[in-house]
């Protein structure tokens, strides 16, 4: 997948986590770097289950499933540091 791209599918996919976990975006550049590291654990976790995504829509998917898991993680990592849930 060329640069471009690969920034294309981790931005969007930011912004889809971003919609499902807090309802809001986080910028441009949250959103790509949710999403590229979101597209990292997607993907790891879909090859340790034996699922495979081809094409951009799959890679999409895995992105947008990590990311929503990183987020996921970031808020309970809120929750624990400050208390309570802001």
């Known amino acids: 997948m060329n640069i ?5 599918v981790g931005a ?5 986590a971003g ?3 807090k309802g809001k975006g986080f910028g441009f550049l949250g959103n790509l770097i949710i999403g590229i ?5 997607g993907g790891f976790i ?3 289950l034996g699922i495979s995504f081809y094409g951009i829509i799959g890679s999409l998917i895995a992105a947008v499933v990590g990311a929503v898991i990183l987020l996921f993680i ?3 990592f809120k929750i624990k540091i400050m208390g309570a849930k802001s």
């Open 19 to 21: 919609q499902i976990i």
């Open 4 to 8: 471009l791209l690969f920034i294309i």
């Open 12 to 16: 969007v996919a930011g912004w889809m």
């Open 74 to 76: 970031i808020d309970l």
């Open 46 to 48: 879909f090859e340790q």
């Open 37 to 41: 590291i979101g597209g990292f654990l």
